[in-house]
């Protein structure tokens, strides 16, 4: 259980394009998603916390306008990539929690996108 | 100061071998939650073990074990009998009761030395 799917893997586009990159929950309700940029080598860095139902909770120095984020059902979360440029490239994964306690409950990771613009 | 601190960016260990890899948090909130994650090279992030702050035993799954000293504020994590597939980055993590934030640690990289 617990199956988080994140969709697309791979993404090579050209400068100027906007990507978006979906997350679902598969066989849980998530009220609240989490997306994550990654650069090789280095750790997770979070970018904004998706809540269902109402507006996303960025992290300091990321452009709301650039990653919009929406959070549409208890089961699906986007990140789209507005006008993306090539300093945009990176690793981008989502995840998700159970509803429950949440000191419990392990955040269940998508398998990440690699986004590559050209 | 870093909630999750993993001093070890790089560990070796030969297989069938045991391998320790550090983390020590930092919190005031006396209800967290700590995990370890595994990250191989193709990306995804695979949840290995968690262990709870009034937990009172050390958390074990399979070949991981977690060794929770409370008042050092350290959750190491123990692979015993290293395989070549537990080469990977490893993640240690923090959820606070008072929030619902995931904070990682800067990761090590364990090679398993055939």
């Known amino acids: 259980g617990a199956v988080v799917s994140q969709h697309p893997s791979w993404v090579i586009c050209k400068s100027g394009t906007s990507v978006k990159i979906e997350c679902r929950s598969l066989d849980f309700q998530a009220t609240t998603m989490f997306w994550y940029r990654q650069f090789p080598k280095q750790s997770l860095m979070l970018m904004a916390t998706?809540?269902?139902?109402?507006?996303?909770?960025?992290e300091q120095g990321v452009e709301k306008d650039k990653f919009l984020i929406n959070h549409a059902s208890l089961t699906l979360s986007t990140l789209t990539v507005t006008s993306a440029h090539p300093e945009d490239s990176s690793f981008y994964i989502c995840s998700a929690s159970q509803q429950g306690k949440w000191i419990y409950q392990p955040q269940h990771f998508g398998d990440g996108t690699r986004l590559s613009i050209l | 100061a870093q909630k999750i601190t993993q001093t070890q960016p790089g560990m070796f260990v030969q297989e069938k071998e045991a391998v320790t890899l550090d983390c020590t948090y930092d919190?005031?909130?006396?209800?967290?939650?700590l995990f370890w994650y595994k990250q191989p090279s193709s990306g995804e992030m695979i949840f290995l073990i968690y262990q709870g702050s009034y937990d009172q035993q050390n958390a074990t799954e399979g070949r991981y074990s977690l060794n929770f000293q409370k008042a050092r504020k350290s959750a190491n994590l123990v692979i015993s009998a290293s395989q070549l597939g537990d080469s990977a980055m490893y993640f240690c993590a923090m959820r606070e009761g008072r929030g619902n934030q995931f904070y990682f640690g800067t990761g090590t990289s364990l090679t398993v030395i055939p």
């Open positions: 919190t005031s909130d006396p209800s967290y939650g």
């Open positions: 998706s809540n269902e139902g109402s507006k996303a909770t960025y």
